[in-house]
């Protein structure tokens, strides 16, 4: 157990609607990111947040939105869904930021969100 | 960004055979770590190695950084080791990991 809890472990839904995915980070770590892993295109940074604020942004579409609200937990939204966000979403957390410096940390991830969206 | 080649994309061993995985990198890494995903899906950190030489069990990896490549090993294979690795380096001003495509391994019993 990596003891990042992401919830739901799967959801179901239409395409146009609204999801919300909910991480909650292991004890003490202060960095949390979100990565989507598809088949085509295998596991793709989203975003990252650290201690509450946007620390570096990867391929995460205009449709979504993430933030990491004080008691360090978060929450990836997604909208308008298409066919093709259907994917394995994971939230990873970390000690440090990782944005610099000569000390990063390594990354530990949840057991992931699947997304199917018909 | 940083290119990240893994090989080979497939293995396919007997139970108790050893292994090496390759990871080869396009640009100078600051940071390096291999994750292993098992058949439930779970992504599990086995390494965080930006040079140098690491064990842990049945498992070693190795990562030459001005070579730009690392390597993992996996000694005695157990059905339990079967699943995809990933190698995650990440590189200049830039400190999120960059996932290769992954190798998947199956081990036979």
């Known amino acids: 157990d990596s003891g990042v809890t992401q919830t739901p472990k799967h959801l179901i839904t239409a395409t146009g609607q609204r999801v919300t995915l909910r991480c909650s980070p ?5 960095s949390v990111y979100w990565y989507q892993q598809s088949l085509d295109q295998g596991l793709q940074f989203l975003i990252q947040y650290y201690n509450g604020e ?4 990867g391929n995460i ?3 979504f939105s993430a933030q990491q609200f004080p008691d360090l937990h978060s929450e990836l939204n997604l909208s308008s869904l298409e066919l093709g966000d259907s994917a394995l979403y994971f939230c990873a957390s970390s000690a440090r930021d990782n944005t610099g410096g000569s ?6 991830f949840g057991n992931g969100t699947r997304l199917t969206v018909t | 960004g940083i290119q990240v080649e893994q090989s080979p994309p497939d293995l396919i061993l007997q139970e108790g055979a050893n292994s ?3 990871c080869n990198f396009s ?16 992504l599990i950190n086995l390494f965080y190695i930006p040079s140098g030489t690491k064990q842990n069990g049945r498992l070693s990896a190795t990562t030459v950084a001005t070579e730009r490549y690392s390597l993992l090993y996996i ?5 339990t080791d079967s699943g995809v690795y990933f190698c995650a380096p990440s590189a200049g001003g830039s400190y999120i990991p960059t996932f290769g495509r992954g190798t998947s391994l199956i081990v036979h019993p």
Request: net charge positive; glycine share 4%.
């Open chain 1, 26 to 30: 292991r004890s003490g770590d202060l």
């Open chain 1, 61 to 63: 579409l205009e449709r």
């Open chain 1, 54 to 57: 946007e620390r570096a942004k």
């Open chain 1, 103 to 108: 000390y990063n940390s390594p990354l530990h």
């Open chain 2, 27 to 42: 640009d100078s890494v600051n940071n390096l770590q291999w994750f292993h995903q098992n058949p439930w899906g779970q």
């Open chain 2, 20 to 22: 090496t995985l390759r």
């Open chain 2, 75 to 79: 000694s005695s294979s157990q059905t």
